[in-house]
T-cell receptor
Framework: QKEVEQNSGPLSVPEGAIASLNCTYSDQGSQSFFWYRQYSGKSPELIMFIYSNGDKEDGRFTAQLNKASQYVSLLIRDSQPSDSATYLCAVTSGGYQKVTFGTGTKLQVIP | EAGVTQFPSHSVIEKGQTVTLRCDPISGHDNLYWYRRVMGKEIKFLLHFVKESKQDESGMPNNRFLAERTGGTYSTLKVQPAELEDSGVYFC??????????FGSGTRLTVV
Protein backbone atom coordinates (compact mmCIF):
# COMPACT_ATOMS: atom_id res chain seq x y z
CA GLN A 1 0.00 0.00 0.00
CA LYS A 2 1.32 3.41 -0.94
CA GLU A 3 1.79 5.85 1.89
CA VAL A 4 -0.12 8.62 0.11
CA GLU A 5 -2.63 7.67 -2.55
CA GLN A 6 -4.20 9.83 -5.19
CA ASN A 7 -6.12 9.08 -8.33
CA SER A 8 -3.80 10.02 -11.19
CA GLY A 9 -6.65 11.32 -13.32
CA PRO A 10 -6.99 13.22 -15.51
CA LEU A 11 -9.91 14.85 -13.78
CA SER A 12 -11.75 17.01 -16.28
CA VAL A 13 -14.15 19.73 -15.15
CA PRO A 14 -15.80 22.55 -17.09
CA GLU A 15 -14.78 26.11 -16.41
CA GLY A 16 -16.66 27.55 -13.46
CA ALA A 17 -17.36 24.17 -11.87
CA ILE A 18 -16.04 22.82 -8.57
CA ALA A 19 -13.04 20.50 -8.85
CA SER A 20 -12.71 17.95 -6.06
CA LEU A 21 -9.34 16.30 -5.52
CA ASN A 22 -8.96 13.48 -3.03
CA CYS A 23 -6.10 11.88 -1.14
CA THR A 24 -5.78 9.12 1.45
CA TYR A 25 -2.79 8.36 3.62
CA SER A 26 -1.71 5.29 5.52
CA ASP A 27 0.23 6.64 8.51
CA GLN A 28 -2.17 7.42 11.35
CA GLY A 29 0.55 9.52 12.95
CA SER A 30 0.63 11.98 10.06
CA GLN A 31 0.44 15.49 11.40
CA SER A 32 0.53 18.02 8.60
CA PHE A 33 -1.09 17.93 5.21
CA PHE A 34 -0.26 19.92 2.13
CA TRP A 35 -1.51 20.50 -1.34
CA TYR A 36 0.97 21.48 -4.02
CA ARG A 37 0.24 22.54 -7.56
CA GLN A 38 2.72 21.62 -10.27
CA TYR A 39 2.51 22.95 -13.78
CA SER A 40 4.15 20.86 -16.46
CA GLY A 41 7.92 21.27 -16.36
CA LYS A 42 7.79 23.46 -13.27
CA SER A 43 8.49 22.91 -9.59
CA PRO A 44 5.72 22.17 -7.07
CA GLU A 45 4.13 25.25 -5.51
CA LEU A 46 2.46 25.15 -2.10
CA ILE A 47 -1.15 26.26 -2.25
CA MET A 48 -2.69 24.99 0.99
CA PHE A 49 -1.75 23.34 4.24
CA ILE A 50 -3.97 22.02 7.01
CA TYR A 51 -3.29 20.53 10.44
CA SER A 52 -6.67 20.17 12.13
CA ASN A 53 -9.78 18.24 11.28
CA GLY A 54 -12.33 20.22 9.35
CA ASP A 55 -12.18 22.73 6.55
CA LYS A 56 -9.73 25.47 5.76
CA GLU A 57 -10.59 28.03 3.13
CA ASP A 58 -8.28 30.32 1.16
CA GLY A 59 -9.88 32.16 -1.71
CA ARG A 60 -11.24 29.64 -4.20
CA PHE A 61 -9.49 26.78 -2.44
CA THR A 62 -10.81 24.70 0.46
CA ALA A 63 -8.81 21.94 2.10
CA GLN A 64 -10.71 19.33 4.09
CA LEU A 65 -9.15 16.95 6.59
CA ASN A 66 -10.65 13.91 8.27
CA LYS A 67 -8.02 12.21 10.39
CA ALA A 68 -10.34 9.40 11.48
CA SER A 69 -10.79 8.40 7.86
CA GLN A 70 -7.22 9.35 6.95
CA TYR A 71 -8.56 11.44 4.15
CA VAL A 72 -7.73 14.90 2.87
CA SER A 73 -9.28 16.71 -0.05
CA LEU A 74 -8.95 19.92 -1.99
CA LEU A 75 -11.91 21.74 -3.49
CA ILE A 76 -11.37 24.37 -6.16
CA ARG A 77 -14.41 26.58 -6.71
CA ASP A 78 -15.08 28.45 -9.95
CA SER A 79 -12.37 26.43 -11.72
CA GLN A 80 -10.38 28.31 -14.32
CA PRO A 81 -8.32 26.98 -17.24
CA SER A 82 -5.26 28.34 -15.40
CA ASP A 83 -5.98 25.81 -12.64
CA SER A 84 -5.09 23.02 -15.05
CA ALA A 85 -2.08 21.35 -13.46
CA THR A 86 -1.08 18.34 -11.41
CA TYR A 87 -2.07 18.58 -7.75
CA LEU A 88 0.17 16.80 -5.28
CA CYS A 89 -1.01 15.72 -1.87
CA ALA A 90 1.73 15.57 0.74
CA VAL A 91 1.87 14.61 4.41
CA THR A 92 4.42 14.88 7.17
CA SER A 93 4.94 12.54 10.07
CA GLY A 94 7.20 12.84 13.03
CA GLY A 95 9.13 15.78 14.27
CA TYR A 96 11.51 16.37 11.41
CA GLN A 97 9.13 17.42 8.67
CA LYS A 98 9.96 14.67 6.20
CA VAL A 99 7.28 14.96 3.57
CA THR A 100 5.76 12.07 1.67
CA PHE A 101 4.11 12.85 -1.63
CA GLY A 102 1.40 11.19 -3.60
CA THR A 103 1.80 10.71 -7.33
CA GLY A 104 -0.52 13.62 -8.04
CA THR A 105 -3.84 14.13 -9.78
CA LYS A 106 -3.88 15.83 -13.14
CA LEU A 107 -6.67 18.39 -13.38
CA GLN A 108 -7.95 19.69 -16.71
CA VAL A 109 -10.34 22.64 -16.69
CA ILE A 110 -12.17 22.80 -19.99
CA PRO A 111 -13.05 26.32 -21.24
CA GLU B 1 13.25 37.35 -1.19
CA ALA B 2 15.21 35.07 -3.46
CA GLY B 3 13.77 31.60 -3.82
CA VAL B 4 15.47 28.24 -3.78
CA THR B 5 18.00 28.11 -6.58
CA GLN B 6 19.19 24.97 -8.26
CA PHE B 7 21.73 24.44 -10.99
CA PRO B 8 22.28 23.20 -13.47
CA SER B 9 18.71 23.14 -14.71
CA HIS B 10 19.54 20.28 -17.06
CA SER B 11 22.38 17.81 -17.21
CA VAL B 12 23.02 15.04 -19.69
CA ILE B 13 25.84 12.69 -18.80
CA GLU B 14 27.04 9.28 -19.82
CA LYS B 15 26.70 6.25 -17.63
CA GLY B 16 29.69 6.02 -15.33
CA GLN B 17 30.35 9.76 -15.21
CA THR B 18 30.02 11.97 -12.18
CA VAL B 19 27.53 14.79 -11.77
CA THR B 20 27.20 17.33 -8.99
CA LEU B 21 23.96 19.17 -8.40
CA ARG B 22 23.83 22.33 -6.34
CA CYS B 23 21.08 23.90 -4.27
CA ASP B 24 21.02 27.31 -2.65
CA PRO B 25 18.17 27.48 -0.14
CA ILE B 26 16.29 30.56 0.93
CA SER B 27 18.51 32.56 3.22
CA GLY B 28 17.88 31.72 6.85
CA HIS B 29 16.15 28.40 6.18
CA ASP B 30 17.76 25.78 8.39
CA ASN B 31 15.97 22.87 6.75
CA LEU B 32 17.09 21.71 3.33
CA TYR B 33 15.72 18.69 1.54
CA TRP B 34 16.55 16.77 -1.57
CA TYR B 35 13.84 14.94 -3.46
CA ARG B 36 13.78 13.07 -6.74
CA ARG B 37 11.05 12.33 -9.23
CA VAL B 38 11.60 9.51 -11.64
CA MET B 39 9.38 9.52 -14.72
CA GLY B 40 5.85 8.42 -13.87
CA LYS B 41 6.55 8.01 -10.17
CA GLU B 42 5.87 10.13 -7.12
CA ILE B 43 8.35 12.61 -5.73
CA LYS B 44 10.56 10.63 -3.39
CA PHE B 45 12.43 11.90 -0.36
CA LEU B 46 16.21 11.55 -0.47
CA LEU B 47 17.52 13.36 2.58
CA HIS B 48 17.08 16.22 5.00
CA PHE B 49 19.65 18.62 6.41
CA VAL B 50 19.17 20.75 9.47
CA LYS B 51 21.82 23.38 9.05
CA GLU B 52 24.96 21.42 8.18
CA SER B 53 23.85 18.14 9.79
CA LYS B 54 22.14 15.26 8.03
CA GLN B 55 18.90 14.77 9.94
CA ASP B 56 17.54 11.95 7.82
CA GLU B 57 19.18 10.27 4.85
CA SER B 58 16.93 7.24 4.73
CA GLY B 59 15.88 7.96 1.16
CA MET B 60 19.33 7.91 -0.39
CA PRO B 61 19.25 5.05 -2.92
CA ASN B 62 22.81 3.78 -2.43
CA ASN B 63 26.35 4.85 -1.74
CA ARG B 64 26.76 6.33 -5.20
CA PHE B 65 24.91 9.36 -3.87
CA LEU B 66 26.70 11.81 -1.58
CA ALA B 67 25.14 14.96 -0.20
CA GLU B 68 26.86 17.74 1.64
CA ARG B 69 25.85 21.07 3.04
CA THR B 70 28.78 23.34 3.55
CA GLY B 71 28.48 25.58 6.59
CA GLY B 72 24.76 25.12 6.65
CA THR B 73 24.29 27.18 3.51
CA TYR B 74 24.21 25.66 0.03
CA SER B 75 24.09 21.93 -0.58
CA THR B 76 25.52 19.65 -3.22
CA LEU B 77 24.35 16.23 -4.31
CA LYS B 78 26.94 14.18 -6.13
CA VAL B 79 26.19 11.04 -8.09
CA GLN B 80 29.26 8.93 -8.78
CA PRO B 81 29.24 6.88 -10.93
CA ALA B 82 25.91 7.67 -12.53
CA GLU B 83 23.66 4.87 -13.72
CA LEU B 84 20.75 4.93 -16.16
CA GLU B 85 18.18 4.59 -13.37
CA ASP B 86 19.43 7.80 -11.79
CA SER B 87 17.69 9.81 -14.50
CA GLY B 88 14.94 12.03 -13.21
CA VAL B 89 14.24 15.45 -11.81
CA TYR B 90 16.06 16.31 -8.61
CA PHE B 91 14.30 18.88 -6.48
CA CYS B 92 15.72 20.79 -3.59
CA UNK B 93 13.46 22.47 -1.07
CA UNK B 94 13.94 24.52 2.04
CA UNK B 95 11.77 25.49 4.98
CA UNK B 96 12.03 27.18 8.31
CA UNK B 97 8.92 26.09 10.16
CA UNK B 98 5.97 23.81 9.58
CA UNK B 99 4.49 25.75 6.71
CA UNK B 100 5.55 23.59 3.84
CA UNK B 101 8.48 23.71 1.59
CA UNK B 102 9.59 26.13 -1.03
CA PHE B 103 10.88 24.14 -3.94
CA GLY B 104 13.61 24.98 -6.37
CA SER B 105 12.95 24.62 -10.06
CA GLY B 106 14.73 21.28 -10.15
CA THR B 107 17.59 19.74 -12.07
CA ARG B 108 16.62 17.39 -14.86
CA LEU B 109 19.28 14.69 -15.00
CA THR B 110 19.51 12.39 -17.98
CA VAL B 111 21.98 9.53 -17.90
CA VAL B 112 22.62 7.99 -21.32
Amino acid sequence: QKEVEQNSGPLSVPEGAIASLNCTYSDQGSQSFFWYRQYSGKSPELIMFIYSNGDKEDGRFTAQLNKASQYVSLLIRDSQPSDSATYLCAVTSGGYQKVTFGTGTKLQVIP
Amino acid sequence: EAGVTQFPSHSVIEKGQTVTLRCDPISGHDNLYWYRRVMGKEIKFLLHFVKESKQDESGMPNNRFLAERTGGTYSTLKVQPAELEDSGVYFCASSQEHYGYTFGSGTRLTVV
